[in-house]
């Protein structure tokens, strides 16, 4: 019996990076025209993206099914397996409801441990994923998802935004409200603290904005662990990340791309850099 670990989409692994690990990724939902997507899995990024900046008004977001979680906790524990599930920040979306309900609803089984990650992105998907590599050493579901609660506070993303207008409409703008009314001619960044959106710079264009974003990583290091993400835009992406490439050894980078429930709160043109602090575990 192993320890398995569970996220949702709003973390944006890339399909192979989460089958790599043995990570199972519960979709949230997007409501575009009226009709309803599971994110990541019937609509691709590019689509999305290209309807977003055409569609007449804000596509929704929903949280995952009860059933959603039922079905993916019931496969694991009918393998024999145990469960550490790490989700989006409380504060930001009701999944982590979903799957306390799920659980309970499967008998409040203990083999099964959920953590709000207090997290979004790329930080929540480096924290899901560091989960995994640590259930290979562990054996205790218990202490792994102590080991992954005591280690939220290591994981930090940063996000440049084009516009605060997604994040205003789809309410989840947070703390970030602060920045609202004067930031024309500003690229907004923002940080994920306390489990939602708060301010942290704005500066006047988006070459600075990159750097910006480039100097906070560096200020943090060491570091074990980065992911960049983008929504569109990916040659700034990959212009900033190759300015982090040297941090972490290149199997500790992850490339991704912001799906369609992050880039209905995010919108176009925006970038993503979250890291894990620490110092690479060698062998």
């Known amino acids: 019996m192993a320890i398995r670990i569970v996220t949702d989409s709003v973390a944006d692994l890339p399909t192979s ?19 309803t997507y599971r994110d990541g899995v019937d609509i691709d990024a590019d689509e999305f993206y290209a309807r977003l900046v ?17 079905e993916v906790y019931q496969r694991l524990l009918d393998e024999g397996h145990s469960i550490v599930s790490v989700h989006v920040s409380s504060k930001l979306s009701g999944t982590l409801n979903s799957a306390t309900q799920a659980k309970a609803s499967l008998g409040n089984t203990e083999r099964i441990q959920i953590v709000d990650s207090q997290l979004a992105g790329g930080a929540q998907g480096l924290l899901a994923l560091n989960a995994s590599r640590w259930a290979g050493e562990m054996t205790a579901r218990h202490e792994l998802a102590a080991r992954v609660r005591d280690s939220i506070g290591n994981n930090h993303g940063f996000v440049l935004v084009d516009t605060l207008k997604y994040l205003e409409k789809g309410g989840r703008i947070g703390k970030a409200q602060a920045f609202l009314g004067s930031v024309l001619n500003f690229k907004p960044i923002i940080t994920i603290r306390d489990g939602e959106a708060h ?47 040297d941090l972490v050894p290149p199997e500790n980078f992850v490339h991704s791309r912001f799906g369609p429930v992050l880039g209905t709160h995010l919108g176009p043109n925006t970038i993503g850099v979250a890291v894990t602090q620490g110092r690479v575990e060698t062998a």
């Open 54 to 70: 055409k569609a007449q008004s804000l596509p929704t977001t929903s949280q995952p099914t009860v059933a959603d979680f039922q």
């Open 199 to 245: 301010p942290l710079e704005r500066p006047r264009s988006r070459r600075r904005a990159h750097a910006r974003i480039v100097d906070y990583v560096h200020r943090l290091a060491p570091i074990s662990h980065i992911q960049v993400s983008y929504s569109t835009g990916r040659e700034n992406a990959l212009r900033i990340g190759a300015s982090l490439a």
């Open 17 to 35: 990076v989460a089958q790599a690990h043995d990570i199972s990724v519960v979709p949230l939902y997007v409501v575009i025209d009226g009709k």
